[in-house]
C-alpha cells in the first residue's frame, strides 16, 4: 500500500493516545484500513457478534466495544478473518490488502506481537493441512501421529522463537501452552469418529490406543479455573462430563429419551467431577445459557432456578438474568406483529391471514440438515390434524428464494410454504431472536404467543397442541 508505513505510524498514535489512561478505562478500540474490499461489513465475535461497522469507501474503519477483560475476539471482513486477544483499554490498528491477504496483513497498537503470533499461527494451521478435519482424520494413525506431532513442535517453536523477541502477556502465553496441552488430546479424541466414517468403517475395527486417551482424560486436573478461556481445555472437560452422562443413564434407563432426563444426568454429571465451585459454574453456566438462547425461560425454567439458587458468581447470574428479560416480549400471551411474507406463489401475505387458528410454525432453510430431518414429521403431524382449527406455516429463511422455490418444488412440499426477506435479520428472526435452526413457534386462535420455542414435530408437541385445540 502506497505510504503505508507513514499512514499506520500516524494513526496507531492517534489511537493509541487515546486509549492511555491511569484509570481503568472498558473500552476497546479497533481501527484500520482495508485495501480491495469485497465486502462492506466487518464484524467482531465473541462466541457470537458483538460489534460491527461498515467499511468506508476509503478503506478505512473503527469500531470500539466495552470488555471486562482480556478475549480472544474474531474479526470477520467478507470472506477473511482473523483472531485479536485484546484486553480491556486496547487500542490497535491494522492494515491489510484483501487481495494479498497474509503477505500484507501487518498490525500496530497494543498486543500487536500476541497477535502478530496469532495470525502466523493460523497460516500455519491452514499451510500446514492441519485445519482439514477429513484428510487428517482419514490417515493411517501412525501417519496422523506424526502429522500432529510435527505441528504441534513447530508451533511450540514459533511462539518460543516469539517469546525470545518480545514480551509477550503472560495469560495470552498461558492459554497458548495450554493450546499446546490439551488440543493433540482433543485431536485424539475425535479421531476414530471421524477415521471410521471418512474411510467408512466401524470404529471397532480401528487400531488406535482409545484406552490411553480415556486414559489421559480422566487424569486431567478438571479444577483449572485460569484455563476457561482455553477453548481445548473446556472441549475435554465437555468430553468427560458427556462420558459420565452416558454411564449415569446406563445405571439409571428413566433418564433417557427425554430433555429434562438428559438436563438432569448432565447436573449430576457436573456435581460429580467439577468440584472447584468457578469451573462449575462456568459449565453450568455454558449448558443454561445456550438453551435459555434458544429454548427460552420457560423451558429451562427449573434449571435456571437451581442455578440462581446455587450458583457463586453474582456476573454469571446477572448475564442469564439479561438474557432472560430479552424474551419477556415473546413470553407466553404477548401479542405477535403482523409480520409480512411472500408465498410460494409470489404473493404478498400476513401473519393475520391465519388469525382464527392455531398457528404451528417452522422456520427453517434449504441448507438446514436438522431442518430437513423434521420435514417427515412435519408432514406426518399435517395429516393427523388436517381437520383441525390448526395451521401449519412453514417460513424460510434463505439468503434468496432460489434455493428455497427449487427444494419447494422438487420436493412438492405442500401447504403453507412462505418466505421472509433478509434471512436472520428478518422481522420474525430478530422478534423471536432466531439464532439457530430449526425453531418452532405456536401462536394461539388471536395471534398471541403460546410457546415461542414449541417442541419439534418429532417431539412431544401434540400435548400442548391439543391442550388448546
Not at 95 to 106: G, I, L, T
Not at 123 to 146: H, V, W
Not at 171 to 192: G, R
Not at 453 to 467: F, H
Request: hydrophobic share 35%; glycine share 4%; charged share 30%.
Amino acid at each position: 500500500m502506497k505510504h503505508s508505513s507513514i499512514l499506520m505510524a500516524v494513526l496507531a498514535f492517534l489511537i493509541l493516545s487515546c486509549g492511555q489512561q491511569e484509570k481503568f478505562d472498558p473500552k476497546i478500540i479497533i481501527a484500520g484500513k482495508v485495501a480491495n474490499a469485497d465486502s462492506k461489513e466487518l464484524k467482531i465475535y465473541l462466541q457470537q457478534e458483538i460489534a460491527a461497522t461498515t467499511i468506508a469507501d476509503d478503506g478505512s474503519f473503527q469500531v470500539s466495544f466495552d470488555a471486562e477483560e482480556s478475549e480472544n475476539y474474531y474479526v470477520s471482513m467478507g470472506r477473511e478473518g482473523f483472531n485479536l486477544f485484546l484486553s480491556p483499554g486496547d487500542s490497535i490498528f491494522v492494515e491489510v490488502d484483501k487481495e494479498s491477504f497474509n503477505d500484507s496483513f501487518k498490525l500496530v497498537g497494543d498486543h500487536a506481537a500476541e497477535n502478530t503470533y496469532l495470525f502466523e499461527k493460523n497460516q500455519y494451521y491452514q499451510e500446514s493441512g492441519i485445519g482439514n478435519m477429513m484428510e487428517l482424520m482419514g490417515m493411517e494413525k501412525d501417519a496422523y501421529f506424526a502429522k500432529k506431532d510435527e505441528f504441534f513442535a513447530t508451533l511450540k517453536s514459533k511462539l518460543e522463537s516469539k517469546k525470545s523477541q518480545e514480551e509477550l502477556d503472560p495469560d495470552f502465553v498461558k492459554l497458548e501452552e495450554a493450546y499446546f496441552e490439551y488440543q493433540p488430546l482433543l485431536f485424539d479424541t475425535q479421531y476414530p469418529m471421524y477415521h471410521a466414517y471418512v474411510n467408512k468403517i466401524s470404529q471397532d475395527s480401528i487400531d488406535f490406543p482409545k484406552e490411553e486417551v480415556k486414559a489421559k482424560i480422566a487424569s486431567m486436573d478438571l479444577g483449572r479455573a485460569d484455563l476457561l478461556k482455553s477453548g481445548p481445555y473446556k472441549g475435554l472437560i465437555d468430553r468427560r462430563v458427556s462420558d459420565e452422562i452416558s454411564e449415569i443413564m446406563k445405571q439409571d434407563t428413566t433418564l433417557r429419551g427425554s430433555s429434562e432426563g438428559y438436563e438432569k444426568a448432565r447436573f449430576m454429571a457436573m456435581d460429580k467431577l467439577l468440584e472447584n465451585p468457578e469451573v462449575k459454574d462456568q459449565f453450568l453456566y455454558d449448558f443454561i445459557k445456550s438453551n435459555l438462547e434458544y429454548r427460552g425461560p420457560v423451558h429451562v425454567k427449573s434449571s435456571l432456578e437451581k442455578f440462581m439458587a446455587e450458583n457463586q458468581s453474582p456476573k454469571l447470574q446477572a448475564k442469564l438474568e439479561e438474557i432472560k428479560q430479552k424474551w419477556e416480549p415473546i413470553m407466553p400471551g404477548q401479542d405477535v406483529p403482523d409480520f409480512n411474507f411472500v408465498n410460494i406463489e409470489g404473493d404478498p401475505v400476513n401473519l393475520s391471514d391465519l388469525r382464527g387458528n392455531l398457528v404451528y410454525v417452522d422456520i427453517w432453510a434449504t441448507w438446514c440438515g436438522p431442518c430437513i430431518a423434521e420435514h417427515p414429521h412435519w408432514d406426518k403431524m399435517k395429516e393427523e390434524y388436517k381437520d383441525k382449527p390448526i395451521s401449519f406455516l412453514t417460513v424460510s429463511i434463505d439468503d434468496s428464494k432460489e434455493p428455497w422455490e427449487k427444494m419447494v418444488k422438487a420436493k412438492n412440499m405442500d401447504g403453507l410454504q412462505w418466505f421472509t426477506e433478509n434471512a436472520w435479520k428478518s422481522e420474525i428472526a430478530q422478534h423471536f431472536m432466531v439464532n439457530a435452526i430449526p425453531r418452532f413457534l405456536l401462536l394461539d386462535k388471536e395471534g398471541k404467543v403460546i410457546d415461542p420455542s414449541a417442541d419439534r414435530p418429532s417431539g412431544k408437541i401434540r400435548e400442548t397442541v391439543d391442550k388448546y385445540l
